[in-house]
T-cell receptor, first 113, second 115 residues
Framework: SQTIHQWPATLVQPVGSPLSLECTVE??????LYWYRQAAGRGLQLLFY??????ISSEVPQNLSASRPQDRQFILSSKKLLLSDSGFYLC????????????FGPGTRLLVL | RKEVEQDPGPFNVPEGATVAFNCTYS??????FFWYRQDCRKEPKLLMS???SGNEDGRFTAQLNRASQYISLLIRDSKLSDSATYLC????????????????FGKGTHLIIQP
């Protein structure tokens, strides 16, 4: 069966510090991968998606970046965090070529102070 | 007009009652629709897809009205465990190559089932 892992579960970082969130998927090959952010009182916002190794598409301009160094690994990064980066970050996967059913990881709660 | 709009609630409903909520979408070309459920401080999970003819899964019924561009979710005989936020989700049209369409999520409707 497929599983998706995210870490860390919770993170408190000062403004201006770097960020690295990791997501890995097990039990499937060549998945579509997604990074979402859910800010307080707001809906899920798609940040990045990837259809393959090294292939990243950005949905919104921001100071975040994403990378996919391996087929089932997706990393969200920032060189300098802003207060507005606080939120619940969710990684998700779907079968390649489809988006209808997305399976989400447990998420990372990021608080930037 | 927002792409996907939902009444945020909360809907406070007694256990055993029937509750329904709607969601409207702005893109008439949208092809696929879903309801996801999100428990407090947890990740969203697919509840059910919404088919043109309407579909039922146990106590849950989903319906689509393309003419009016809304979808609905009906929960019968509500349980305490139904308390959650229900996210209306619409599949966007293909906007780039590579087979990666996108899902647009509503902000969710918060449902509280009271004993």
């Amino acid at each position: 069966s497929q599983t998706i892992h995210q870490w860390p579960a919770t993170l408190v970082q000062p403004v201006g510090s770097p960020l690295s969130l990791e997501c890995t998927v097990e039990g499937t090959s060549n998945p579509n991968l997604y990074w979402y952010r859910q800010a307080a009182g707001r809906g899920l916002q798609l940040l990045f998606y990837s259809v393959g190794i090294g292939q990243i598409s950005s949905e919104v301009p921001q100071n975040l970046s994403a990378s996919r160094p391996q087929d089932r690994q997706f990393i969200l990064s920032s060189k300098k965090l802003l207060l507005s980066d606080s939120g619940f970050y969710l990684c998700a996967w779907s079968v390649f070529g489809t988006v209808e059913t997305q399976y989400f990881g447990p998420g990372t709660r990021l608080l930037v102070l | 007009r927002k792409e996907v709009e939902q009444d945020p609630g909360p809907f406070n409903v007694p256990e055993g009652a029937t509750v329904a909520f709607n969601c409207t979408y702005s893109n008439s070309a949208s092809q696929s629709f879903f309801w996801y459920r999100q428990d407090c401080r947890k990740e969203p999970k697919l509840l059910m897809s919404v088919y043109s003819s309407g579909n039922e899964d146990g106590r849950f019924t989903a319906q689509l009205n393309r003419a009016s561009q809304y979808i609905s979710l009906l929960i019968r005989d509500s349980k305490l465990s139904d308390s959650a936020t229900y996210l209306c989700v619409v599949k966007r049209s293909m906007y780039s190559g590579g087979g990666a369409d996108g899902l647009t999520f509503g902000k969710g409707t918060h449902l509280i089932i009271q004993p």
